[in-house]
């Protein structure tokens, strides 16, 4: 069974620092993908960046970037330059390519203070 | 516009009752899922389904059901509410696996209390 664990509650960043959130899991499979989702306070659930795990190569979108080690079962995300409208709960998300099935961590709440 | 629609967007229900979340998409997403929001503890999945007429079980699919016999829709219900069901049920579609394309379309959640 897919486990994933968000180690930090809440994190906080000053506007335009870098900010790390945390995120491992556990997995037998070989075949999966990663997700991290944004849900700002409309409570919307946005795709922040999506990971294929048989690609070692790191994913990154603009100011978001990962630190994918597979073998340590990691995918940890980075928000570089940080603005107000970061200011969500981030939520790690692996998903099963066998069972379908993408099960989401407990979530980090990320604080922007100016 | 076209997207995930979930209703109702609120709803109390006494302990007991029955009822059904509806989900509807006009994307022709085949895959579609339940997940419910609690305080501290994330999304958990409740349900899922890669296309019409099949639907899986998730991490927390007791006291619920679903079927599907559209493309389109995926009601979520709940056959004697309890207090412990009082949740956030959001409803997600994807065209492609997972979303691995661009991602899961959420709806807007609906919060549900049962007293």
């Known amino acids: 069974a897919q486990t994933v664990t968000q180690s930090q509650p809440e994190m906080s960043v000053q506007e335009a620092e870098t900010v790390t959130l945390s995120c491992t899991y556990d997995t037998s499979e070989s075949d999966y993908y990663l997700f991290w989702y944004k849900q700002p306070p409309s409570r919307q659930m946005i795709l922040v960046i999506r990971?294929?795990?048989?690609?070692?190569q790191n994913a990154t979108e603009n100011r978001f970037s990962v630190n994918f080690q597979k073998a340590a079962k990691s995918f940890s995300l980075k928000i570089s330059d940080s603005q107000l409208g970061d200011a969500a709960m981030y939520f790690c998300a692996p998903g099963s390519y066998n069972t379908d099935k993408l099960i989401f961590g407990t979530g980090t709440r990320l604080q922007v203070f100016p | 516009n076209a997207g995930v629609t979930q209703t109702p967007k609120f709803q109390v229900l006494k302990t007991g009752q029955s009822m059904t979340l509806q989900c509807a998409q006009d994307m022709n997403h085949e895959y579609m899922s339940w997940y419910r929001q609690d305080p501290g503890m994330g999304l958990r999945l409740i349900h899922y389904s890669v296309g019409a007429g099949i639907t899986d079980q998730g991490e927390v699919p007791n006291g619920y059901n679903v079927s599907r016999s559209t493309t389109e829709d995926f009601p979520l219900r709940l056959l004697s509410a309890a207090p412990s069901q009082t949740s956030v049920y959001f409803c997600?579609?994807?065209?492609?696996?997972?979303?691995?394309?661009?991602?899961?379309?959420f709806g807007s959640g609906t919060r549900l209390t049962v007293v």
């Open positions: 997600a579609s994807s065209y492609s696996h997972l979303g691995q394309d661009h991602g899961y379309t």
């Open positions: 990971q294929e795990a048989y690609k070692q």
